[in-house]
């Protein structure tokens, strides 16, 4: 209920705000499990993914942010869990693969961190264990910048991977990842190209 009502309120805000342009949400599976992988550009980036997305997502978010008590609660009401950055995370791993097989969305950053230059920057192998581990439909996502009032701020989804061959074969978590930052790329090169 919380989620429902938090992204209609950043919706309210945000898509006259920042003029924000939606394109391939039709890419978005209507049902079964989704990886969304997007780039990072901002710490906004998770909520405009939220709103442009047609579907509800669950994301990670620093294990950090939960120690407050009432942020801790807040986080966990609009579909967030908690992630120790900079070490392999069993609880997680495990959480993110649990809602796949649930059939939910997981939205991540697999870069892991915002990239300052606003440039697409190297994958770390988070995105590819997911993607391989589960039978997760894996959409790539763009957000094209800048964040400034006024100013459009681009969304773009892209095309489920076919996973089928990387799923067969014997593709390593980082390579899988790597993967998926080359179709976000993609989607840059597709939209400059414009």
Do not use: W
């Amino acid at each position: 209920m919380l989620y429902k009502v938090a992204r209609f309120v950043v919706a309210v805000i945000f898509f006259p705000l920042y003029r924000i342009k939606v394109v391939g949400r039709e890419n978005i599976p209507k049902s079964g499990s989704v990886l969304l992988c997007s780039n990072h550009i901002s710490n906004l980036d998770p909520p405009v993914v939220g709103i442009t997305s047609s579907r509800d997502i669950y994301f990670m978010a620093k294990g950090e942010l939960f120690e407050k008590r009432f942020l801790g609660k807040l986080l966990t009401g609009i579909n967030a869990f908690p992630v120790q950055r900079g070490l392999a995370d069993r609880n997680a791993l495990r959480t993110g693969l649990s809602l796949l097989k649930e059939g939910k969305t997981l939205g991540l950053f697999p870069e892991g961190t915002r990239s300052k230059t606003g440039e697409i920057g190297e994958a770390l192998a988070g995105a590819g264990f997911f993607a391989l581990r589960s039978e997760a439909e894996v959409v790539p996502c763009l957000i094209v910048g800048p964040y400034k009032v006024g100013k459009q701020l681009t969304v773009i989804y892209g095309k489920p991977l076919d996973m089928e061959v990387y799923r067969s074969s014997k593709t390593s978590a980082k390579e899988m990842a790597d993967v998926i930052m080359k179709e976000i790329k993609k989607l840059k090169e597709n939209y400059q190209s414009r």
